[in-house]
């Protein structure tokens, strides 16, 4: 199946954001600096629509895919649990961090594909939004999350049934399934509906543009709330703060087709490569955020020290995954052992 440029051009618009959005608690303070945690907080949600859309389209596309996208599945399960458990040194499966996200909305869409019926999409996208709402009712959103180290596992297992996991996996991990998943399975849908919303694009651009507007004018934008080091505005997802991701379904809708149409750019190149090599630059900007984050009192130094050593890292990302996506043109790329393309997110 032929990659679309604009897939990968905007997944790698939101790596890039992901990238800045990471890494930046580990050596500034930006909790007071709303209009940067606004732009930070557009890269997941973006990442998230892309799972969805893109995995229907492999589905809808070629049926024999059920299972690459099976494997898929596995495969990103497998690193959100390797990220956990050897780079920060967590109990794995408690938090629940994007990637566990991922494999679980893949999951969903890959079940439902037996089913060709929209109607059935539409109604769990519907039931998921209900559910979302009454558990928002229902039960307070935890907003400490604490990471569990691997030793109370061993040692003080019933802090982590104390934790319940189940309720973070739900409703307030870092990405629970409620109400991210919804965002996932719409990118799935819209995939159905893309020449529609072609015909739409300005209205899309206008309905994404004023959403944001409405979230910069709320009464939620400028506190200061910063859960756990992390700046993204949608902790916890309700209230206006939900309006920054359904602003960047509709603004991604809107790109998806235009973005076919550009020529390619030095700069567009870079993007999509990394939009290319999007899971492997997620585990390895992981490894490196965890060796600053472990020498904290280095990085703190300096202000200065912090920038030069915040781009280094970025530039250092950046130049890997075009290397990566170089390598994977050659032909000796198929003799590299399984196991090296499994990491390299292949």
Not at 155 to 177: V, Y
Not at 272 to 289: A, T, V
Request: aromatic letters at 20%; one cysteine or more; hydrophobic letters at 55%.
């Amino acid at each position: 199946m032929k990659r679309l440029r604009s897939i990968d051009l905007i997944r790698g618009w939101a790596i890039l954001v992901m990238l800045f959005a990471n890494l930046a608690p580990t050596f500034f303070n930006f909790s007071k600096y709303s209009y940067i945690r606004l732009l930070f907080s557009t890269a997941a949600p973006i990442f998230i629509f892309l799972t969805g859309h893109v995995t229907e389209m492999k589905l809808s596309e070629n049926k024999s895919m059920k299972n690459k996208i099976f494997f898929r599945i596995i495969q990103v399960l497998f690193l959100g649990v390797l990220i956990d458990v050897f780079i920060w040194k967590i109990v794995p499966f408690v938090t629940f961090d994007v990637l566990y996200l991922i494999s679980f909305a893949q999951f969903l869409i890959l079940i439902l594909s037996f089913n060709k019926s929209m109607t059935l999409k539409w109604i769990v996208f519907f039931c998921i939004i209900i559910i979302s709402l009454v558990l928002q009712k229902t039960y307070n959103y935890r907003i400490e999350l604490p990471e569990l180290g691997l030793g109370i596992f061993f040692n003080e297992f019933n802090l982590i049934i104390e934790s319940l996991p189940i309720k973070r996996a739900f409703f307030d991990g870092w990405f629970p399934i409620f109400p991210w998943i919804a965002f996932s399975l719409i990118g799935a849908i819209s995939y159905h509906y893309q020449k529609y919303l072609n015909r739409i694009y300005y209205i899309l651009i206008f309905l994404g543009i004023f959403l944001l507007f409405v979230v910069v004018k709320s009464n939620q934008f400028n506190v200061n709330f910063v859960r756990n080091g992390y700046l993204e505005l949608w902790y916890p997802p309700f209230g206006f703060m939900i309006l920054i991701p359904i602003s960047m379904v509709s603004l991604t809708l809107a790109c998806i087709a235009k973005f076919n149409q550009f020529s390619n750019s030095f700069f567009s190149t870079i993007l999509m490569n990394l939009g290319r090599n999007s899971l492997f630059i997620y585990l390895f900007q992981s490894l490196l955020n965890s060796i600053c984050s472990s020498n904290i009192h280095i990085v703190h130094n300096s202000q200065k020290l912090n920038i030069l050593i915040y781009f280094s890292i970025i530039i250092f990302i950046i130049i890997i995954a075009n290397l990566i996506e170089k390598i994977k043109k050659h032909e000796w790329w198929e003799k590299f052992p399984f196991i090296i393309k499994f990491f390299l997110g292949y």
